[in-house]
């Protein structure tokens, strides 16, 4: 199953994106979310695959959402130093690969 984006983390040009992609119902959602209409579009769309990025970088991405929404209600500790090595190596391989997929 695709992961959910909170349209209040798209851009104004992403949600321009979004909102013609949906009119040709590759992605679908609600009023607070979108998502793939189906996980088969990351297989037949390379370049999408490639800005999407792997399963690997799901859960990574999860588990900090989970951290960050933990930390907002004082329930959660900020990044130790070893997951903030991991987020910053994470963060400097996905912009690399997101720039050549621009290219």
């Keep these: 199953m695709s992961r959910a984006v909170a349209r209040q983390q798209l851009s104004p040009a992403e949600g321009d994106i979004v909102h013609a992609l949906e009119d040709e119902r590759l992605m679908t959602g609600d009023v607070d979310t ?24 799901f859960l990574l991405q999860q588990g900090w959402s989970a ?6 209600v004082a329930a959660g500790e900020l990044l130790g130093r070893e997951a903030c090595t991991v987020a910053f190596q994470w963060l400097r391989t996905r912009q690399t690969q997101l720039l050549r997929a621009a290219l």
């Excluded at 189906?38 to 792997?54: F, N, Y």
């Excluded at 951290?67 to 907002?72: E, G, L, N, Q, Y």
């Design 34 to 57: 979108v998502r793939l209409a189906h996980e088969r579009l990351i297989v037949a769309w390379p370049t999408l695959a490639r800005v999407c990025g792997s399963r690997e970088d």
């Design 67 to 72: 951290r960050a929404s933990d930390w907002t």
